[in-house]
Every structure is written in structure tokens, then in C-alpha cells.
């Protein structure tokens, strides 16, 4: 008896939040990726813009990584993480720091440099996750073609043999 394993869905999501008390409070945008059902980790998470110049980068070695993700939506986060890659700080790293639950009222995004920090870091600053669009797979013509050709063989034989 051969087992099957079903493919869990994993979700893609944009975030955005105001870097509030943190360099002027400029506005951060960044991706998500590979999330599940219930409890995991993202595969990765970016910062893909800063409008105060700094921190844009792939954060993919976690401090903490908690994503709860409930039909398809995010309904607790608790993320942190230190990226060494970041060219464009003197000293090269950010920290960037989720803490989202709805049902509590805060959605906190944090992204800082940690040698100029400071400031209140509790609070709603405005963290909102959309998730990103499931791409449809298209199916090539060349696999109804195939098909097609397939089912022609056959047809084909089923009429020789009558």
C-alpha cells in the first residue's frame, strides 16, 4: 500500500508599518514568504524599502520566528532578526522586530540601526500583513497536446480493431 503525502499550502504576505521614534519614522515594506497553516517559521523575510535609506536586506537567520497563520490570514507574530549583510550602515547590520496581535491591539514593526536606538518601541505602529495572490499554474499547450495525441493512439487502435 503506497502512502501519499499531502503538500501544505505556504503563503506569501507584503508587510508595511512606520517606523515610528526610530530615524525620523520613515516607511518600511518587505516581503514574507513560506508560511503554513498553523505554527511556523517564514523561509525568509526582506525588506525590500526603507524611505529612511537603511536595513534593506534579506533578514533570514532568526532570533525567534513565531507565525500563527489562521485561513489564510496571520493572526500572531512574534519575529527577530539581525541581518550582517546590510551594506548600507557603517557597522552593516539592523535588527528588525515583528510583535503582531490583533486581538490584543498591537502591531508593532521595528527596523533599527543598534548603535543609534532609541526611543518607545510599544504601541501600534501600524504593521499590516496582505497576503500575496496564489499565482495559477498555467497548463501548457504542449500537455493538451499531448493528451489529445494520447487519446487520438488510442481511438486510432479501438477502430483498427473493429
Known amino acids: 500500500m503506497a502512502s ?3 503538500h ?3 503563503y506569501d504576505f507584503n508587510f508595511t508599518f512606520i517606523n515610528k521614534d526610530i530615524h525620523g519614522g520613515g516607511t518600511v515594506t518587505g ?3 513560506g ?3 498553523g505554527r511556523s517559521s517564514a523561509t525568509s523575510v526582506e525588506v525590500l524599502t526603507n524611505s529612511d535609506n537603511f536595513g534593506i536586506n534579506s533578514y533570514s537567520l532568526p532570533f525567534i520566528s513565531n507565525w500563527d497563520v489562521e485561513n489564510g490570514e496571520i493572526t500572531f507574530v512574534d ?4 541581518s550582517d549583510n546590510v551594506t ?7 535588527i528588525l522586530h515583528f510583535f503582531f496581535f490583533p486581538d490584543g491591539g498591537d502591531a508593532e514593526g521595528i527596523l ?3 548603535s ?6 510599544s504601541g501600534d505602529f501600524g504593521l499590516k500583513f496582505t497576503p500575496v495572490p496564489l499565482t495559477p499554474v498555467p497548463i501548457p499547450a504542449s500537455g493538451l497536446l499531448l493528451m489529445a495525441a494520447i487519446a487520438g493512439v488510442a481511438g486510432h487502435r479501438r477502430w483498427k480493431q473493429a
Open 112 to 114: 533599527r540601526d543598534p
Open 35 to 37: 508560511l503554513t497553516e
Open 31 to 33: 516581503l514574507v514568504r
Open 88 to 94: 548600507d550602515l557603517v557597522g552593516g547590520c539592523c
Open 116 to 121: 543609534v536606538f532609541s526611543g518607545s518601541t
Open 8 to 10: 501544505a499550502v505556504t
Open 4 to 6: 501519499h503525502s499531502a
Open 79 to 82: 519575529f527577530v532578526s539581525r
